[in-house]
């Protein structure tokens, strides 16, 4: 008879790893599920594996925050490669074209950047993880295949030269949900009329941890190895992946009714949007929205 494996452990709250290259998001996120034996646990959008930097990662009732974390802008700094494309977009692909580089100047660089930064439309790449007809585009890449995409409305918040060194360019940028640097990296190419692609990506920020230290799996494994017990330092509390949101403190009696998925009206709430939802001792309860009629309806809740 064989042994049933441990379904783990209760374990709340969010690690912002910082992931490293060369390792998909979901490998990242199941070592580190690993190391805290925890029961439950997600990303909050995937990173490529070339990308290194900020991988939040949700444990247990924190997972119930990761939409929220996937909707929230991003920042990354980005080294693009120009005069060479590849079919991934990126330094990981194979080469299809090489051309020459056009003088780059500050000037000149500032001005094209000015073009892409705003509300756009951008049209996914094949190696992504959109599905097409249940299929992976690129799966469908990677059997050769080219099939049409929608483009996505984006917006490129802000878009900043860093350095310009030789045929290279390093950017920052702070994005909305959706957009893919890769492609914003062979637009920015094609402009120039040379190609490009995006020979280095770190993620810097998300939606709200934007200064906030991250761990690496080096780290953590160090610990695990040394004291398990001391893993939990690295744990940030669920609420922090809204902290930009208003808060209410709810009575004894008005949680009750909202663990039971009834609005409930709160004196002194906001009129519109989302709220974090506090008990009167300070404990964070879940998320509710504003009702036309004023009241907070309760929508992800954390088990008490």
Known sequence: MTRRRSAGVEVNG???LDKPQGLTSNAALQRVKRLFNARKAGHTGSLDPLATGMLPLCLGEATKMSAFLLEADKRYEVTI???VTTNTGDAEGEVTSRSDVPPLTVDGVESLLARFRGPQSQTPPMHSAI???GQPLYKLARAGQEVARESREIIIHSLELISIEGDRLSLSVLCSKGTYIRTL????G???GCGGHVLALRRTAVGPFRDEP???LDTLERVAAEDPAALPQFLLPSETAIAGWPGVKVSNDLAFFLCRGQPVFVPQSPTQGWVRIYRDDNRFIGVGRI???GRVSPKRLLKS
């Open 291 to 293: 009702m036309d009629d």
């Open 131 to 133: 599905k097409v007809n």
């Open 190 to 192: 094609a402009a120039l």
């Open 185 to 188: 990296a062979e637009d920015l």
């Open 214 to 216: 991250m761990v690496t």
């Open 81 to 83: 490669q120009l005069g």
């Open 14 to 16: 969010i690690i912002l």
